[in-house]
């Protein structure tokens, strides 16, 4: 079935460092998610971008994250700088339109030092 | 805003017996709902959409129940086999008018499946 890739699937970054997270969503989707996984917590909503915006985003999406997809190629998550309790599971996620089936990649392990 | 409440956090079952994995959520008029399956090292795959009109909802060797009075989500694994280990999260979309792009998620629950 259709495939969100992440890359990688684990960073180790210093704190205070930038970072950021690749996506490849499924190829003809044009809705693409970040979600944020605590260890040991559940999987929380982090931001949802759409013909280049950010449509809606949580709180956790503080002002070090910045969300973008230049030129239809990976949807990516920076974080700039990094703090230790951004260490968590990403999860990206994509979908044809805002009431399809959601795609999840496999996620990508970040852990700041 | 909306909160789910995933229980049991693990769950261990014999191989033949059912398996039941429950989610309480908060708001009442949330509409849409969803259990994921994920297995070791793969991305979460979408067991079942779940509508608040409809009650009882079965797919291939499970049954998702939903109690809107309680607002309580449920799925019954029926028979389970060892290719059912993996881990289970339910998620709600809050509100009807809304869209699937905004996911609260419950906890998860470890479900293995001895021989």
């Known amino acids: 079935g259709p495939k969100v890739l992440q890359i990688p699937s684990h960073q180790i970054i210093d704190m205070g460092q930038m970072v950021t997270l690749n996506c490849d969503p499924v190829s003809n989707h044009l809705y693409f998610y970040w979600y944020k996984q605590i260890l040991g917590q559940q999987m929380e909503f982090l931001v949802n971008f759409y013909n280049g915006k950010v449509m809606e985003k949580s709180k956790l999406f503080k002002d070090q994250f910045s969300v973008e997809r230049p030129d239809g190629s990976y949807f990516t998550l920076k974080i700039q700088p990094t703090a230790l309790e951004d260490s968590a599971v990403y999860f990206c996620?994509?979908?044809?339109?805002?009431?399809?089936?959601?795609?999840f990649g496999k996620g990508t392990r970040l852990t700041v030092v | 805003g909306e909160q789910v409440e995933q229980r049991p956090p693990h769950l261990s079952v014999r191989e033949g017996d059912s398996a039941v994995i429950t989610c309480t959520y908060t708001?009442?008029?949330?509409?849409?709902f969803f259990w994921y399956k994920q297995e070791p090292g793969a991305s979460l795959q979408l067991l079942m959409k779940?509508?608040?009109?409809?009650e009882i909802n079965e797919g291939q060797g499970f049954t998702v129940l939903l109690n809107k009075k309680d607002k309580r989500l449920s799925l019954n694994l029926t028979a389970a086999h060892p290719g059912d280990s993996a881990a289970y999260f339910c998620?709600?979309?809050?509100?009807?008018?809304?869209?699937?792009?905004?996911?609260?998620f419950g906890q998860g629950t470890s479900l293995s499946v001895v021989p």
């Open positions: 708001d009442p008029n949330s509409y849409y």
């Open positions: 779940v509508f608040s009109s409809t």
């Open positions: 998620a709600v979309s809050p509100i009807a008018s809304s869209s699937f792009s905004k996911l609260v």
């Open positions: 996620a994509s979908s044809w339109d805002r009431n399809t089936e959601v795609f």
